[in-house]
């Protein structure tokens, strides 16, 4: 029988953290959690909102597929995010769900301080008034459903309502995925599938 590993001895930081909300307790620190994510990759998406004042965008590696039937996804983003506010109050969104030939577009979207509509000729607005990239791997417009406050992020639920699909995915195939994982992009593949 194999034992399993114990965890991870506490640090002196993580022992002196309480937090009292809903009376949990002791809590790791912020980069014990960090630590604990930083091996854990995560599947890469854009996500795009209208505003009152344009269009806004933001990288997300925590976009999750909850049901099918009806066609729901999950996804936090963070409060520091100048997205954020105009992608909290917005009732429709576009997600894209990238591969590896749409890093650039992962990287723009995770960049602060630029203008991610600049280039006219990249994206364009749907017909319901949603900005969507153009060449992605595929995208959802979702109604959004459920909002939830989750510590310094907000969890979205949102409902597909309209999808396209730029490159399929054949069932068993790496399709090209794009991941990010320990603060940087990766590319799966053959080299990277356990039979």
Same mark, same amino acid.
């Given at each position: ?25 002791p809590t790791v620190s912020p980069d014990t ?23 806004v965008a933001l990288t997300a590696s925590s ?61 364009? +607005? ?11 791997r595929a995208w959802a417009r979702c109604a ?22 730029? +490159? ?24 990277? +599938?356990?039979?």
């Open positions: 029988m194999t034992s399993l590993p114990s965890a991870l001895p506490p640090s002196e930081d993580d022992a002196a953290r309480h937090h009292s909300a809903h009376g949990i307790g959690f960090k630590a604990l994510f930083r091996g854990h990759p995560g599947g890469v998406a854009v996500i795009t909102a209208e505003g009152e004042h344009g269009p976009v999750s597929s909850v049901s099918v039937d009806p066609p729901l996804m999950i996804f936090s983003i963070s409060s520091l995010s100048s997205a954020t506010p105009t992608i909290s109050a917005a009732e429709s969104i576009v997600v894209h769900l990238l591969d590896a030939d749409d890093v650039d577009l992962a990287r723009l979207g995770a960049t602060s301080g630029v203008d991610r509509f600049a280039d006219t000729s990249t994206w364009s +607005r749907l017909a319901t008034g949603e900005p969507v990239y153009h060449g992605v959004v459903v459920s909002r939830m406050d989750a510590g310094d992020s907000t969890v979205i639920a949102a409902q597909a309502v309209q999808a396209s699909i730029g +490159r399929h995915v054949e069932p068993g195939d790496h399709g090209n995925a794009l991941v990010y994982h320990n603060r940087s992009w990766h590319r799966l593949g053959e080299h990277s +599938r356990f039979e």
